[in-house]
């Protein structure tokens, strides 16, 4: 079958190597001008979203933040704007947020983000980038939960950029902000926190058990022995099982995956059970997919084994279950 996430990725990523070595700001960038970058999303209007419900249906929410989808070379921040750029955004959206079909009305806001190549920039350097994308997701949230939330219990989730925004959001503010209570889980899947990290926020924990409700969810996937190349995964990174929804090294089998969930060219799904296991060694979510083709894209820009572009498709069906089973857990 067609796999129309691979063909998707595969056209972005095309060139772009996503390793820490090849982060490094290709000489094809122009200088960094923060002055040419394009207009901040309103998100009083319906053009600062991705989606948004018209009229909410489902009892509880999710803030999505979609991961990186600018690889070109001439831009250092994405034109919201853009019909390719939110095109690419929404493929992301369609193919991740599906876990949450059904389950809870999607809010994803347009944000202004960085150019995959502005994470090979030092600190300094990429300061005003991500002064630019932190601001962004920072007046999404806040506008979400002023006038969109109206008291409902959410989630937030993301995935790789999208995933570090709201981790760094989370670490800097979670606590003060006075919608805690109302979180669910926080779903921050391909990106990495530490005991250090929620030593400098407390009020920011682990999800250590499947039905715990009010903290984090992390993982970044690869195969053996290929956590010392995966670029989000830090030393020392509190995972999650998606398996087991523990955080012990215990091999969960294949026989517990419920299905990953691969896309067509038409953005059809196609579940496959008992796909892969799951094993946390060295901080890394280690999996044995029985079909490695499905997950290889072509063109070369994640090292070999690290499957982090799949992060959400290898426990699709298994994060759907834990959605609900988390949803029953708080509502009741």
């Excluded at 953005?267 to 496959?272: D, L, N």
Aim: hydrophobic letters at 45%.
């Amino acid at each position: 079958m067609k796999n129309y996430m691979l063909d998707f990725l595969s056209s972005l990523f095309m060139g772009i190597f996503f390793t820490l070595a090849l982060w490094t700001p290709s000489l094809a960038m122009p200088p960094l001008d923060i002055s040419t970058a394009s207009v901040a999303p309103d998100y009083a209007r319906p053009e600062g979203w991705l989606a948004k419900p018209i009229a909410p249906a489902a009892p509880v929410d999710v803030f999505f933040v979609y991961p990186t989808v600018l690889f070109n070379d001439t831009d250092w921040i994405m034109d919201t704007k853009r019909p390719d750029m939110r095109a690419a955004a929404k493929t992301s959206l369609d193919t991740q947020a599906i876990v949450f079909e059904g389950q809870a009305n999607v809010y994803a806001p347009l944000y202004r983000q960085m150019n995959i190549t502005g994470f090979g920039l030092s600190d300094t350097e990429a300061a005003p980038l991500q002064k630019i994308v932190h601001s962004d997701v920072w007046r999404a949230l806040n506008h979400y939960l002023k006038y969109e939330n109206n008291g409902r219990p959410f989630f937030l989730a993301g995935h790789s950029q999208g995933s570090m925004i709201l981790a760094d959001l989370m670490l800097e503010h979670w606590g003060a902000i006075g919608a805690e209570n109302r979180l669910i889980a926080a779903l921050l899947l391909g990106w990495s926190l530490t005991s250090e990290d929620l030593a400098s926020n407390p009020a920011v924990q682990m999800c250590d058990k499947s039905n715990r409700t009010g903290c984090v969810i992390s993982y970044n996937t690869m195969a053996k022995g290929r956590q010392s190349v995966a670029p989000t995964l830090k030393s020392g990174a509190l995972t999650v099982n998606p398996l087991s929804w523990s955080m012990d090294g215990v091999l969960v089998p294949a026989t517990k995956n419920l299905g990953a969930v691969f896309f067509d060219a038409a953005g059809a799904p196609t579940t496959y059970p008992h796909f892969t296991s799951a094993q946390i060694v060295n901080s890394g979510l280690i999996v044995q997919p029985e079909n490695v083709d499905l997950v290889t894209v072509k063109g070369g820009h994640f090292p070999a084994g690290v499957y982090h572009s799949f992060d959400y498709s290898l426990f699709s069906e298994n994060l759907k279950a834990n959605i609900a089973e988390r949803i029953e857990a708080f509502t009741h």
